[in-house]
């Protein structure tokens, strides 16, 4: 997917969970009908905001709401929303909407309310099909409710039905991981997202990690778990297409998430929502309060923005790129910035082929899956700048 | 000339000199309760900070006495540390008398005997003083048995003092006037004064601090360096007080400056004594004796751009330090640099911090090392300090090495692991004597090269906090030197190269091998570290690739965030030094030239 011939994509943050999460550094917050029907109002008005700046992003073909807990909106609240997208946005008629919803929100009744809305793409927060893994990320379903949300989804007639699960819990044996990933597959779900725990500072398991209530797994291990879900999942019919996300076929992969990492233009709103231009990107206030504040003086919710350079596009194009396995088109990325990136680091490039992590196959530097477990590492020895 | 008394305090580290000096000077009124900062004499920022004296100042006090009448006293501060013991010698030897103070609830500690043995070396009267006697822990009594047994000084002649509280500043101010002599020495006679310290001024170039012994020395006269042999005409004299007051001259007895021209500190000695050229003395004064630098280490600049301003830094720091000796010096690892010669390795860091601080200087310093004579097959003898520069071991037929006389005090209870400490350093002719009850001296005939990493703070732990430690460097002996190579991935890191004592090569070796694979951060490849001599390796040990570096999500919103992260990183990796494709951290340099191989 080349940047120029892409459509954009627009994301919708919807900030409220019914409980936040213990490992979450999202932009969340509680809320009770009322409060998230204020942020509904404000919302709508955001994206009324961009009526007038539509041609920024022609031609959208993704929306996606992300959170939070998108389903923890209303029917008629995400109704509202869809329709001030539609009124004020340039929206292709056959834009696909992306939708994450928690199992205990998916019913009969909630799924086809959310076909009704026109989602294609269903993403399911199941995060574990282990009992004492769900209680310990602070999950409110159980096993049993997270199987019969795919059930129940599947019969709704999604495109695509995607879910989430975490791995690399401090205290898991290796065994539940792996039955987690068996009954996954067994669900057979079109795509699936494995992200491994990390724990950030600030939140609840931040603070355990600080005062040494919980420690992190040996990066050995983490290292092990990662080859072993890539491994598993590209024998049970799921390649991986980037570091987290593996799908059925090409068709099922994320359409809107392959936009982050290929530099195509897309609109962010709602609370701590990003967006990006092609040469600059912004972001809105983190918190609903702010957020609030600005929309109602009349105001984009805007807090800050960066123009990127050539050579700042140049590194993320590089960072991300070695996250996917599409990897880097090496004569698009010398067209556009201007460095010969296999010449410019020729004894690196070699000694990383050697050591497995990286493959040149044609024009295009791809990542290994040794690659892709360490990519961050990769990224950083990679020199772009003049010799 | 009897109104003029010349002293200076000895102490222990942290016995609270700087403190009792500040009190001295606020009570004669030497300087504005709103100039005021602690620790007024210590003009550097590490001095400060360390709270020690390593650049011995002057100041004269003016003090009416109860008799009534007016004196000048000439406070003579002095460092307080062993690398700088010949600042001590000089200072000492500009006095008449010196305060010697005591803790109340420490007591005497080594250096407390050693500065009074320098003392009494010099013919001073001595003053004892006990400071800190507001604090809950102090024992007067029992310090005053110390003093009596220890020092052999009359307990009852001590001065009680809180130099922080200011109880007892006019006792210590009496005792001065009544109980130390005024200086002696002929006005008339041929000029002989004794140069004492030296300050670098960036208008007025180098200012010497000196004690008038004999004669008198006035601005236009024509004066002699009696070492160097240098002659200057004097521009300007006069006292310190804190800021230079110029004088019409300085007479027998006086301490006060000099400026006569002298354009760098490196051109003349300190230990030098000044005459007059037209009449110049017979001799000059006793005791010279030149500071030589006993640690070695090269030095180099972490970003290789920086060398012409390392080289400019140390110009300029030589210019107020003329015990740093320096001469150009390469390293494959780590490009140009500079091997220095320091006092010891407090010398040694606080020059490195004060590149680093007053420069902005970053800096990779190799392993520190002391000088071997090495007498080769053919009977020529070299000297060596630099262990790249190190002969072929076929060729040498013997080496040796500077060996020290250390004096060790500490309750006897810590007697067995003190002795200890001593075998493990290759101790030879370890005795001991009883000073008091429960309080003995170790006596110990090390190599230098054994304490220079970390004896002082093994001993300080071994003895929680009470032993203490003086040495005198004796004489050269044979011993069994070896030349212990690191390598990283097969390439040699030859600023961590070193001499050692064969017994010392794998427990030296190891340790280097394991600090940096503590400190390497992991690459995207397997690195061997591997200690040898030669081609024989005695140490090793492995960092392992990565086995993941990776960020689970990267959304919108983490993009930003992680380029800004991996932009910083990229920059962090400029402050790394390439070994063939390994990247070593400065810390790992660092952490492995800073510990020594037991901590």
Known sequence: MKPSEANPGLYLHIPFCSKICPYCDFAVLTGGPERRRRFTDHLVREISMWADERSTFQSIDTIYFGGGTPSALAQEDLTRILEAVQQNLSIRDDAWVF?????????????????????????????????????????????????????????????????????????????IWKRTLEQAVALQPDHLSCYQLTIHEGTPFGFRLERGKMSELPEDTQGELFLFTHSFLKDSGYPAYEVSNFARSPEHRSRHNQKYWHHVPYLGVG???????????????????????????????????????????????????????????LISFRDSYGVDLLKRNEPLVERLVREGLLKVEGNVLVPTLAGLAVTDSLARVFELGER | MDDIRNFCIIAHIDHGKSTLADRLIQRCGGVEDRDFRDQILDSMDIERERGITIKSNTITLRYTARDGKTY????????????????????????????????????????????????????LEIV????????????????????????????????????????????????????????????????RALIFDAQYDPYRGVVLICRIKEGSIRPGQKILLMHTDKEYKVEEVGLLQLKRVEADQLEAGAVGYVIAGVKAVSEINVGDTITESERPAAEPLPGYKEAKPVVFSSIYPISTDDYEDL???????????????????????LGFGFRCGFLGLLHLEIVQERLEREYDLSLLLSAPSVQYE???????????????????????????????????????????????????RRGYNTTYEFLAVGRLQVISELPLAEI????????KTITQGYGSFDYDITDYRESDLVKVDILVNGDKVDALSQLVHREKARQRALHYCERLAETIHRQNFKIAIQGAIGGNVIARSTINAYRKDVTAKCYGGDISRKRKLLEKQKEGKKRMKMVGSVEIPQEAFLAVLKAGPDS
């Open chain 1, 99 to 175: 939708f994450e919803a928690n199992p205990e929100d998916v019913t009969p009744e909630s799924v086809r309310n959310w076909r009704d809305l026109g989602v294609c793409f269903l993403s399911l927060g199941i995060q574990s099909f282990d009992a004492d893994a769900l209680r310990f990320l602070g999950r409110r379903h159980t096993p049993e409710e997270a199987r019969r949300s795919i059930e129940i989804a599947r019969g709704a007639g999604f495109n695509t039905i995607s879910i989430d699960l975490i791995y690399g819990l401090p205290d898991q044996p290796f065994e």
């Open chain 1, 271 to 329: 609370p701590s929502a990003h967006s990006f231009s092609g040469m600059r990107r912004w972001w809105n206030e983190r918190t609903l309060k702010p957020y609030e504040a600005r929309i109602g003086t009349g105001e984009k919710p805007i807090a800050g923005s960066e123009e990127l350079t050539r050579s700042d596009l140049a590194l993320e194009t590089l960072m991300l790129g070695l996250r996917t396995v599409d990897g880097i088109d």
């Open chain 2, 72 to 123: 000048r006293l000439n406070l003579i501060d002095t460092p307080g540390h062993v690398d700088f013991s010949h600042e001590v010698r000089r200072s000492l030897m500009s006095c008449e008398g010196a305060l010697l103070l005591v803790d109340a609830s420490q007591g005497v500690e080594a250096q407390t005997v050693a500065n009074l043995y320098l003392a009494l070396e010099h013919d």
């Open chain 2, 128 to 191: 004892p003083v006990i400071n800190k006697i507001d604090l809950p822990s102090a024992d007067v009594d029992r310090i005053r048995e110390e003093i009596d047994s220890d020092l052999g000084l009359d307990p009852f002649e001590a001065v009680l003092v809180s130099a922080k509280q200011g109880i007892g500043i006019d006792d210590v101010l009496e005792a001065i006037v009544t109980k130390l002599p005024a200086p002696q020495g002929d006005p008339e006679a041929p000029l």
């Open chain 2, 311 to 333: 080289a400019k830094a140390l110009d300029k720091l030589k210019l107020n330090d003329a015990s740093l000796t320096y001469q150009k010096d390469a390293s494959q690892a």
């Open chain 2, 374 to 424: 090495v007498v080769l097959n053919n009977g020529t003898e070299v000297i060596v300090d630099n262990p790249s520069l190190y002969p072929d071991p076929g060729s040498i037929k013997l080496t040796r090495e500077p060996f020290i006389k250390a004096s060790i005090m500490i309750p006897e209870r810590y007697l067995g692991t003190v002795m200890e400490l001593c075998r493990e």
């Open chain 2, 452 to 459: 220079l990493f970390d004896f002082y703070d093994r001993l």
